[in-house]
Nanobody, 128 residues
Framework: QVQLVESGGGLVQAGDSLSLSCIYSGRTFNNYAMGWFRQAPGLEREFVAA????????YYADLATGRFTISRDNAKSTMTLEMNSLKLEDTAVYYC?????????????????????WGQGTQVTVSS
């Protein structure tokens, strides 16, 4: 069974740091790009960050640039999103995604929804 399982969400204060993890199994995810999206209450789901199949190329949305770092360890089947200097507006459900079709970050950033596999999400709440 193909699975993407997120963990690490929680309640933090503005300015704090948090690390999200995504463990993937049931498929050779090592050959495919992965990334993170998020969805805040009442808003559309938005792209956060992407990483290519081997982990040497990354791409960030403006909201994440300079504050978030995406990485992956294919030997451990784990992808991580390190989030620093969290803001109130970072409050959202964060989703781990994997491309169904390709290895490049564009396969995440520009992918139609049907080309992505999604985890169940993990809630991040930032309080003042």
């Amino acid at each position: 069974q193909v699975q993407l399982v997120e963990s690490g969400g929680g309640l933090v204060q503005a300015g704090d740091s948090l690390s999200l993890s995504c463990i993937y199994s049931g498929r050779t995810f090592n050959n495919y790009a992965m990334g993170w999206f998020r969805q805040a209450p009442g808003l559309e789901r938005e792209f956060v960050a992407a990483i290519n199949w081997a982990g040497f190329k990354t791409y960030y949305a403006d909201l994440a640039t300079g504050r978030f770092t995406i990485s992956r360890d294919n030997a451990k089947s784990t992808m991580t999103l390190e989030m620093n200097s969290l803001k109130l507006e970072d409050t959202a459900v964060y989703y781990c995604v994997a491309s169904r079709v390709g290895e490049a970050t564009t396969n995440i950033v520009q992918a139609p929804p049907e080309n992505l596999m999604w985890g169940q999400g993990t809630q991040v709440t930032v309080s003042s």
